[in-house]
């Protein structure tokens, strides 16, 4: 099955820098990456996905490229603001299945400091 | 609904005791799913309905675990006999028609066994 690695495990910034999270999948059949923003107590919501066919995708200060060849890709995050501070994760799914079951990585707890 | 709803949000269970965690979907989402999600990691699929048809339940850790969505709206998640190791975050999410598309996490069910 899908194993999906992610890194680093927490990461420390202060406001206004970027932040880069970066992830790997193992299996060559998974075609949609989202990426989860989980507060503390709260569910995940997503903040961005990318499908496979696509190299890149921007919304505003967030960004994801994808690495089909090295089977990687990275959530961008650009002018980080202390709400940004939370635990993001990463997610592949297989086109196999013909429904979208998601191999989460372990997560990234990021905080921004003012 | 306006969103995932999932009850109760909180449960102590006595190792021994059946619970039954119960999951109301997005109107109109066909797909749901469960996930469990341990302390400080990411959350792990455990079974997967498209309407009323249970269509993976590879995920499940034991046959003590049992979901059913009798009507392909509601859902619920049971497990008998509960053990320490099932203290968890338990995570339901919808999804709209189709591969690939977002999936809606409802707030969880954190169950505690002692």
């Known amino acids: 099955g899908e194993n999906v690695e992610q890194h680093p495990s927490t990461l420390s910034v202060q406001e206004g820098d970027s932040a880069v999270i970066k992830c790997t999948y193992s299996?060559?059949?998974?075609?949609?990456f989202p990426w989860y923003k989980q507060e503390l107590g709260k569910r995940p919501q997503l903040i961005i996905d990318i499908r496979s066919n696509v190299g890149e995708k921007k919304d505003q200060r967030i960004a994801v490229t994808l690495n089909k060849t090295a089977k990687h890709f990275s959530l961008h995050i650009t002018e980080t603001q202390p709400e940004d501070s939370a635990v993001y994760f990463c997610?592949?799914?297989?086109?196999?299945?013909?429904?979208?079951?998601?191999?989460f990585g372990k997560g990234t707890m990021l905080l921004v400091s003012p | 609904g306006a969103g995932v709803s999932q009850s109760p949000r909180y449960k102590v269970a006595k190792r021994g005791q059946d619970v039954a965690l119960r999951c109301d979907p997005i109107s109109g989402h066909v797909s749901l799913f469960w996930y469990q999600q341990a302390l400080g990691q990411g959350p792990e699929f455990l079974t997967y309905?498209?309407?009323?048809?249970?269509?993976?339940k590879s995920g499940l850790p034991s046959d003590r675990f049992f979901a059913e969505r009798p009507e392909g709206s509601v859902s619920t998640l049971k497990i008998q006999r509960t053990q320490q190791e099932d203290s968890a975050v338990y995570l339901c999410a919808s999804t709209s028609p189709g591969q690939n598309t977002e999936a809606f996490f409802g707030q969880g069910t954190r169950l505690t066994v002692v």
């Open positions: 299996d060559s059949a998974s075609n949609y």
């Open positions: 309905f498209q309407n009323e048809a249970q269509l993976d």
């Open positions: 997610a592949a799914s297989p086109s196999r299945l013909g429904y979208s079951t998601l191999t």
